[in-house]
């Protein structure tokens, strides 16, 4: 399964230039302590395998239910996790190899936004300090260049200069997520991880930030890996959607392909289970038995294949490999033995 | 859409003392629930609709909550003036809640068995044995696998899905009249979201009782209720039949929102519409319509006077509005 998926990547690099981000088979293990003298007793299996690559420009979605991994991914690629195995390329050049001041350098280029905009912004600091640190720690420019470099950025995220020398908690959710955002542009980033940004904003300000940020994507040209468990906020803002299980990818391809025909039984249940504001519309819904397995003990074979409805003995014996399903529109990558 | 109404809510008025002045958390809200019927009530954080939601059961903390005006009606009866002692035997028999986080919810230190047969024993005089078997048959039927082993458990021990069922087979095993479920698949995951409303819904029919549902989430709402209340800044702004209100929706409030929901669809769309500005600070409120400061319809009007339900009747509901979306058209699109 390595192998052929090394394969791939020789073929797809030999085809198109190198993508500003690559990720391949990457894993972060956490272990797992017990017993009398805490020793380790196993591992959970945050993530497990997972390869794919970002176009400079480009977002890519990942979907999936609380306890997939994704937010493990995401901050695995800023090394906030140390990886337990794969690699991290950025225009090529393994950033897990680097040793730690060679990190913070390459810090500049990858930035993160995270979802609960109470906890990540400290409240002894004012929002222009806040701003601001990125570029003080990197020395970035003159005390007043700085100065002017955070004006601008309130200005691109829609804040008032006068909310400077303001605390955090004299905001609303929506507006402290936009200092968070402000504070990962400061840097001029070409890639940034932005985990579940607008889960905890109420509709009508998630609408606001979500705009905010296409718009950014848009002007700027960042390329975005966009975490969320939403599907309808990941359509509406991805070029290419991933959907993660139990620490693995279990479908990859563009968003229209993943929206209009899904390939995996999971990325189908899915779908069928969100919730949709419109009551005319008749739901076929494919409601999933029980609940996800443990990453620290997964099933052996498929690890959906204790919830799959279409489940065959091959799934609960083997790992499906990762295939190609997809046609002239572009890569569709699936891994189920239905399309193996 | 006949008959007496099982639960009559008028003109409801709740206070909350806080540091910065009396905020008025629900004001002048009113609306009916009839028996067997689904009523949805959202709105965004800070609206009222959970405060709305636990006054049904006499639950605002108090202090620094108070309900200053109107009355709870539940088959005629008032609940606000009934003396506490009256009330403990009401909740739970007569009307039940559900809450968002089921792990804050239940009692970490009593196994699930414990906590339920205490309900049960509370309001049915039930034996030890007898509690525990009713506890037994009633997660079955609130579809958790394995009730016997379930209920030796600790809350701990469970999933976030099977929590959730443990809260509703609580909650159900009086049989109430109304289920009061607050943001009940929130904390869950979509596919977990679906078993459970899938659950209640099945309940409601086998137990014939009224659902309210608060929730934030319009799909739910669309997919679950018959009918529904918005909220905005403590006031019910529009409330309809839910296919008339996602169709033709009235107030521009309602209509904001449903346009500005992120939803899956056929075709990207550049960017979302949006309502421009946010919702006020409750303390600070403006005077007359609380939406006339991000509304595109404002007139003079809603600067001076405060629009009441009815005042202008639009299609299968009511809007407090003086000037609602659709005005001319009162048929729902479907």
Known sequence: MLQSRQRRFRRATVVSEAPLLEVRDLVKHFPVRGGLFRGIVGHVRAVDGVSFHIEAGQTLGLVGESGCGKSTLGRALLRLHEP???????????????????????????????????????????????????????????????????????????????????????????????VGIARALALNPCFIVADEPVSALDVSVQSQVLNLIGELQRDKGIAFLFISHDLAVVQHISHAVGVMYLGRLVELASSEDIYSSPKHPYTQALLSAVPQPDPTRVASRTVLEGDVPSAASPPPGCPFHTRCPVATDICREQVPETVDVGGAGGEHLVSCHLHS | MSGEPLLSVDNLSIEFSTERGVVRAVDNVSFDVRAGETLGIVGESGCGKTVTGLSLLRLIPSPPGRIVSGSIRLRGKDLVA????????????????????????????????????????????????????????????????????????????????????????????????????????????????????????????????????????????AE?????????????????PVKSLFATPHHPYTSGLLRSVARIRPDRVASLPVIPGMVPDLANLPDGCRFRERCDNAVARCAGETPVLDAAPVGEGVVACFNPDNAASGEPLS
């Open chain 2, 82 to 221: 009934l003396p506490e002692r009256d009330m403990r035997a009401i909740r739970g028999r007569d009307i039940s809640m559900i809450f968002q986080e089921p792990m804050t919810a239940l009692n970490p230190v009593f196994t699930v068995g414990n906590q339920m047969a205490e309900v049960l024993r509370r309001h049915k005089g039930l034996s030890r044995r007898q509690a525990l078997a009713g506890a037994i048959d009633m997660l079955h039927r609130v579809g958790l696998p394995d009730p016997a082993r379930r209920v030796k458990e600790y809350p701990h021990q469970l999933s976030g899905g099977m929590r959730q069922r443990v809260m509703i087979g609580m909650a159900l095993s009086c049989g109430p009249q109304i289920l009061v479920a607050d943001e009940p698949t929130t904390a869950l995951d979509v596919t977990t979201q679906a078993q459970v409303m899938e659950q209640i819904v099945a309940l409601q029919k086998e137990f014939d009782m009224a659902v309210i549902l608060i929730t934030h989430d319009l799909g739910v709402v």
């Open chain 1, 84 to 178: 337990t195995a794969g690699q991290v390329l950025l225009n090529g050049e393994d950033i897990t190899a680097l040793d730690a001041g060679a990190t913070t350098e390459r810090r500049r280029d990858l930035q993160m936004i995270f979802q609960d905009p109470y906890a990540s912004l400290s409240p002894r600091r004012t929002v222009g300090q806040t701003i601001r640190e990125p570029l003080d720690v990197h020395g970035i420019g003159t005390p007043s260049e700085r100065d002017a470099r955070v004006r601008e950025l309130l200005d691109v995220v829609g804040l008032r200069p006068q909310v400077l020398t303001r605390y955090p908690h004299e905001f609303s959710g929506g507006q402290r997520q936009r």
């Open chain 2, 224 to 240: 679950s209720c018959q009918r529904a209340l918005v909220m905005y800044c403590g006031r019910v702004v529009e409330d309809a």
